[in-house]
């Protein structure tokens, strides 16, 4: 299975901030990387599909980059609403996730 | 309304087996592959396998090989997924979700766009 990490496990952050989350992936994997935003007792809700296609409905202020085993979910202008656990997934093989990055208000 | 229904809360002994089931509604049951993952307390998520409702062939994560079962009754759009001979580590939050497209496209891979609310199984003596 492919390993994903990611980076860092938790951050802190205010309103307005720009907030960077890296995923790192144990092998090269082209662009089948997801990204998810789970908020507590909630079920997790798709943001970004194949590394960078922006799912509709999702606020612009979310946009992912990355390819091979790099990859970034950035928000441009954290929200109150943005405070939740994010995680990418890897979709090149059998799905595995990353453990999570939580944002918190700072 | 586009939506994935989940059973109820399950609490079940060590040994025991648990089925839940997971109901579509508003889209086409058969067109789109469902998969199921679960989460631990507090943890990540983990992946546990897929059926594709239109032929019910299923797939499983290796760890998981021979304890679970997926099935699909398409009279009723419903996925099930049991497992069996549980132990405290199978209490978790268990989630069924949809493909974000019909079929499987393997220049896209799987991402999942529709999720159940999540059913608790709780394994306890």
């Known amino acids: 299975d492919i390993q994903m990490t990611q980076s860092p496990s938790s951050l802190s952050a205010s309103v307005g901030d720009r907030v960077t989350i890296t995923c790192r992936a144990s092998?090269?994997?082209?662009?089948?990387l997801n990204w998810y935003q789970q908020k507590s007792g909630k079920a997790p809700k798709l943001l970004i599909y194949a590394a960078s296609s922006l799912r509709i409905g999702v606020p612009s202020r979310f946009s992912g980059s990355g390819s091979g085993t790099d990859f970034t979910l950035t928000i441009s202008g954290l929200q109150p609403e943005d405070f939740a656990t994010y995680y990418c997934?890897?979709?090149?093989?059998?799905?595995?996730f990353g453990q999570g990055t939580k944002v918190e208000i700072k | 309304q586009v939506q994935l229904v989940q059973s109820g809360a399950e609490v079940k002994k060590p040994g025991a087996s648990v089925k839940v089931s997971c109901q579509a509604s508003g889209y086409t049951f058969t067109a789109y592959y469902i998969h199921w993952v679960r989460q631990a307390p507090g943890q990540g998520l983990e992946w546990m396998g897929w059926?594709?409702?239109?032929?019910?062939?299923?797939n499983f994560a290796q760890n998981l090989q021979g304890r679970v079962t997926l099935t699909r009754d398409t009279s009723t759009s419903t996925a099930y997924m049991e497992l069996n001979r549980l132990t405290s580590d199978d209490t978790a939050v268990y989630f069924c979700?949809?493909?974000?497209?019909?079929?499987?496209?393997?220049?896209?891979?799987?991402?999942?766009?529709?999720w159940g609310r999540g059913t608790l199984v709780t394994v306890s003596s």
């Open positions: 092998q090269s994997m082209s662009s089948y």
């Open positions: 979700l949809r493909v974000g497209y019909s079929g499987y496209d393997p220049q896209v891979g799987w991402y999942f766009d529709l």
């Open positions: 059926i594709n409702p239109n032929s019910g062939e299923s």
């Open positions: 997934q890897q979709s090149f093989t059998t799905p595995t």
